[in-house]
């Protein structure tokens, strides 16, 4: 696993200059494989302005307990409580220009995923990380793999977008081995988190997939799981919970400086952040239809050890 260096630059990246589609395919395969794809400058403009109220945001209000997050699709802000009257409007701009131009990035160096992601959240993230008090599960300074409670996947990946926007502090990531090896350790009942069972592709389980999707369409509160999903949220929790895991895995410690942007797939690289404050972040649900090595997916990982689908074809 490896930081890489998108070789485009910055400068040329906000004059519309792009990889070469040769060279995209290569990011993308680098992603899947578990590499952090590291952009050395800003590759967009956000105004100083608007720089200036985020920042401020803390010192202010301290009134913010959480990130702060732009749900996308939606066009709206959540987590944010405005101390003046205004304030929540103009963080619904800055969320959503940051979102595009986030995206806007993303298509351009990853061409061969374009129009095959759904746009997740954004976030602001605007606490330092050292020491945050958080319950156990929550931490984000124990190494992980991502997996969303309230929203599964069905095997598709989670790609995180992410811009420091510290004026002067790192900030600190500590990562392990990719998917493939932690499963390897870990998945099943002698690794400690059992493997999940194979139902996923039998009638009953797409009927009963497909009437919860259309519930949850409908507004009723119901969130569709796939296998899939029930282990990658087990397996998140089982790694923070794990001490030993968490003492000896190896290590490798990466800074991002200020105004540098990375990616990176969240739901295969091992991952925590160990410090630092100020970060943007938009995620996106790229499909799994869309790798360019669909082998090294955790889908596809988790299936050829179980023998069985884990996903349910809707
Ligand atoms: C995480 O995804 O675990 C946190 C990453 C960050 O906030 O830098
Ligand atoms: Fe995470």
Known sequence: MARVTISTTPDQLRSGIQPSAEEAR???????AGDILYIPGMPFEIPPADLDFLLGRRQSGGRLHKNIAYRANEDRITGFAEDTPGDAARL?????????NATKTLS?????????????????????EENRDLTLHKRNDLIHTDAFPSRPTNGDRILRFFTNINPSEPRKWMTTTPFNSLAGQFAGKSGGCP?????GSSAFAKTAFS????LASAGIPITPRSPYDDFMMR?????????TFQKDCPKQYDDFPPNTCWMVYTDMVGHAVLSGR??????????????VM??????????????AGLVVSS
């Open 26 to 32: 290569t990011y993308c395969a680098q992603l899947e």
């Open 92 to 100: 619904l701009q800055i969320m959503r220009d940051y979102s595009r």
């Open 108 to 128: 351009a160096i990853l061409s061969p995923y374009q129009q095959r992601w759904n746009l997740d959240f954004a976030s602001y993230r605007p606490l330092e």
């Open 195 to 199: 493997l999940p069972t194979p139902h």
């Open 211 to 214: 009437m919860k999707k259309a």
């Open 235 to 243: 397996f998140h929790n089982f790694l923070k919970e794990n001490s």
């Open 278 to 291: 100020y970060a943007l972040e938009q995620t996106y649900i790229v499909s799994k239809e869309a790798m």
């Open 294 to 307: 669909p082998e090294k997916a955790p889908v596809r990982i988790l299936e050829k050890m179980v023998g």
